[in-house]
């Protein structure tokens, strides 16, 4: 859905670097190089970027009425 505010395992801010990542990926900058710019060192900050599926336009569509 939305990433994460936190890292759930260290605590470690994340929720900001986001859109600065979708950007320079967008570009064709390699992951890894990004990351590690972003200041993402720890395996579990770097696991909630790779395995980050953005699901919101498909939620929204089921909004109640």
Known sequence: MIIPIRCPSCGKPVAHLWETYQERLAKGDDRKKVMDSLGLERYCCRGV??????LIDTVAQFKKY
């Open 49 to 54: 970027f790779l395995g980050h599926v953005d």
